[in-house]
Nanobody, 131 residues
Framework: EVQLVESGGGLVQTGGSLRLSCAAS????????VGWFRQAPGKEREGVSC????????YYAESVKGRFTISRDNAKNTLYLQMNSLKPEDTAEYFC????????????????????????WGQGTLVTVSS
């Protein structure tokens, strides 16, 4: 059974840091496109950062560039998101997801027709940034 389990969310003050983890099981992580997405209350889900399993390209949403860093450890089947200089507008439920499709990092993170082409999703971890 494929499972993605996020951890590392919590409450942090503005300017603080958090490191999210996504542990994958039931399949081999290597070669899959991976990404972090978030959804704030009343807003649509958005792609935060993605890495292609096809060409290794990465993508960051403009709002997180220079503050967030995505990384993966294929040996541990784990995806990470280091979040620095957090802002109240980063408050959201954060989800990890994987895709077997050979897309670029940008294509993984940007929906087509309102849909993301990810095959599996985690349950999410809540990040709250207080002002």
């Amino acid at each position: 059974e494929v499972q993605l389990v996020e951890s590392g969310g919590g409450l942090v003050q503005t300017g603080g840091s958090l490191r999210l983890s996504c542990a994958a099981s039931g399949f081999s992580f290597d070669g899959y496109g991976v990404g972090w997405f978030r959804q704030a209350p009343g807003k649509e889900r958005e792609g935060v950062s993605c890495i292609s399993g096809y060409d290794g390209s990465s993508y960051y949403a403009e709002s997180v560039k220079g503050r967030f860093t995505i990384s993966r450890d294929n040996a541990k089947n784990t995806l990470y998101l280091q979040m620095n200089s957090l802002k109240p507008e980063d408050t959201a439920e954060y989800f990890c997801a994987v895709s077997a499709t050979e897309w670029s990092g940008q294509r993984l993170c940007i929906p087509a027709g309102g849909l993301y082409g990810m095959d599996y999703w985690g349950q999410g971890t809540l990040v709250t940034v207080s002002s």
